[in-house]
């Protein structure tokens, strides 16, 4: 963080920092991006009155190689300790602001596994177990059978649990263990995709009322997509993606169905922020622990509480391909299960109270029969259609031109 800080001092002129974040300019290292949005961060959090504790949580399997240094790992990213700094930088001197971490290991294979390793670091670092800088790690194994919520309380196993199952599990640990104040939870990645020190952007929405705040790593002005060749902006960070239309399609799908979240263009990233009061009755609905566990919790909340009370805000995210299990970006059978996902919730939270009509019921049935050969034809075609089309979440494609297109 020394070189953030020297670049958040840097940073002074507004019109660069706007150049920076909204593509209007020669916007610079990736470094230089996540500076300003750190230095933003830090001043919005440095305005909230009243105290405030944030705790962390992540999910881990497999991370042993990433979570150790560069020196030991050739993926290594000593995430650990990196996201005990950005935290104490952003909350350095700032009294009425605590931080605390909670990580939960989903069943990881290695040996030594994520958790121990992580414990490892732990007891070699001397983090505090609770209270202010508290770092713990726990493991979805030990969880299993609780009464979390009555679906979660069916686990007999952590291969029932895609990385939900593990957030689900660090959240309801979290709240349980939260102050009496304003507490504010976070889930993010257990990578460093996310610089944690850009939470006081997410925590200013929850303390003027917002229940949740969702960052954005595209599709918002002022988001910034890091890619190995560096910073985009949109339309570049949408528009120059080889997976646009795979992305593009979903959400055209989960905007009609769900019409609460359509506000949401980024409903996966693991970027988010919720207050712990708001959070708790909605952790005892959650039925979902693959990757659309996400916005099955962001379904309930809305209900509860309101679309608008989700809160969105951009962040500087980098793409990390490195280490990870992410889908190709040719269309198949994972994309089109996230699609038939987002019916599957419709069906089990929205249909029973704000069944869809019209062209998005059309839609409804049209996705219900795509098979795996039907999308791949539909990708392709929109592909194929694409050249020239500047619009990107806004697009809405009639459903007798896709049906055609199947």
């Given amino acids: 963080m020394e070189q953030t800080s020297a670049l958040v001092r840097d940073l ?58 560069r020196s030991e790992h050739p993926h290594g990213e000593d995430f650990v300790r990196a996201k005990v700094r950005q935290l104490d930088w952003l909350t350095e001197g700032l009294p009425g602001v605590t931080w605390s971490i909670v990580a939960c290991d989903d ?3 290695d040996e030594p596994s994520s958790a121990e390793v992580m ?5 070699a670092e001397g983090y ?15 969880r299993l059978g609780t009464p979390i919520s009555p679906e979660f309380a069916k686990l007999t196993s952590t291969d029932q649990s895609r990385k939900g199952g593990s957030i689900l599990a660090a959240l309801a640990d979290a709240v349980a263990a939260g102050p009496a ?54 339309p570049r ?15 055209y799908v989960r905007a009609l169905l769900i019409p609460s979240l359509a506000h949401v263009l980024d409903t996966q990233a693991g970027f988010k922020a919720f207050d712990a009061d708001a959070l708790r009755p909605v952790l005892s609905e959650m ?27 951009p962040i500087v995210f980098t793409e990390d391909f490195a280490a990870t299990n992410f889908p190709s970006v040719d269309p198949g059978a994972r994309h089109l299960a996230m699609v038939k996902q987002v019916v599957d919730l419709y069906d089990r939270f929205v249909a029973p109270v704000e069944p869809v009509t019209g062209e998005a019921a059309e839609l ?34 009639p459903v007798a031109h896709l049906r055609s297109a199947v």
């Fill in 181 to 234: 104040h304003r507490h504010v939870v976070v889930y993010t990645d257990a990578d460093l995709s996310a610089n944690l020190a850009q939470l006081g952007s997410l925590i200013a929405p929850i303390a003027g009322g917002a229940v949740a705040t969702l960052g954005q790593r595209y599709g918002l002005e002022g988001a910034v997509l890091v890619k190995p060749d560096g910073p985009s902006v949109e």
């Fill in 287 to 313: 039925t979902s622990f693959n990757e659309t566990f996400d916005v099955e919790l962001l379904i309930h909340l809305a209900q509860r509480y309101g679309a608008s009370s989700l809160a969105v805000e």
């Fill in 364 to 397: 409804l049935t049209l996705v219900r029969d795509l098979d795996l050969d039907g999308y791949v034809r539909l990708i392709e075609t929109l592909r194929a259609e694409d050249a020239g089309d500047p619009t990107l979440f806004d697009r809405r494609w």
């Fill in 119 to 123: 414990a490892g670091i732990i007891a």
């Fill in 107 to 109: 069943g990881c294979p």
């Fill in 12 to 69: 002074t002129d507004s019109e660069q920092n706007e150049a920076v974040l909204t593509g209007t300019g020669d916007h610079g290292p990736a470094v230089a991006a996540e500076a300003a949005a750190v230095a933003r961060s830090r001043e919005r959090l440095a305005a909230v009155t009243g105290p405030v504790h944030v705790t962390v949580v992540w999910a881990m399997y497999g991370e042993t190689g990433r979570i150790v240094p």
């Fill in 237 to 251: 960070s949408t528009g120059d993606k080889p997976d646009k239309l795979i992305v593009l399609f979903r959400h």
């Fill in 128 to 142: 505090p177990s609770t209270g202010h800088r508290g770092v713990r790690v726990i493991e979805l194994a030990d």
